[in-house]
């Protein structure tokens, strides 16, 4: 069983910056694994994904500020946001799953092709 768990949410003005954490608990070898966030009203939206091979890809609002990497030693998925700006205020989750298309993640819907999912930090930029 794949359990995912994030923190580093927190709140900040705009222009600053933070960095989410989401820890696995087993080890992958091959996956697609991506943040994801969820205003209050909105769909859940696919912000950063990134496969086995290194492929990532980004949401268009967040290309330039996001920067999303893995550590397979320690099993932790990043999310480097900077330049945060109040639109990016949103519960954060991490996502993973089994090989597939990284663009999946950023695509409409992407979400329903991820089975494993944290519970979610909050992130929250003040104007």
């Known amino acids: 069983q794949v359990h995912l768990a994030e923190s580093g949410g927190g709140s900040v003005e705009a222009g600053g910056s933070l960095r989410l954490s989401c820890t696995i608990s087993?080890?992958?070898?091959?996956?697609?694994m991506g943040w994801f966030r969820q205003a209050p009203g909105s769909e859940r939206e696919g912000v950063a994904g990134?496969?086995?091979?290194?492929?990532?890809v980004y949401a268009d609002s967040v290309k330039g500020r996001f920067t999303i990497s893995l550590d397979n030693a320690k099993k932790t998925l990043y999310l480097q946001m900077n330049s945060l700006k109040p639109e990016d205020t949103a519960m954060y989750y991490c996502?993973?799953?089994?090989?597939?298309?990284?663009?999946?993640?950023?695509?409409?819907?992407?979400?329903?092709?991820?089975?494993?999912w944290g519970q979610g930090t909050q992130v929250t930029v003040s104007s």
């Open positions: 996502a993973a799953d089994g090989f597939r298309p990284v663009s999946m993640v950023v695509a409409v819907n992407g979400r329903n092709g991820f089975g494993y």
């Open positions: 990134i496969d086995s091979d290194g492929n990532t």
């Open positions: 087993v080890e992958m070898s091959s996956f697609c």
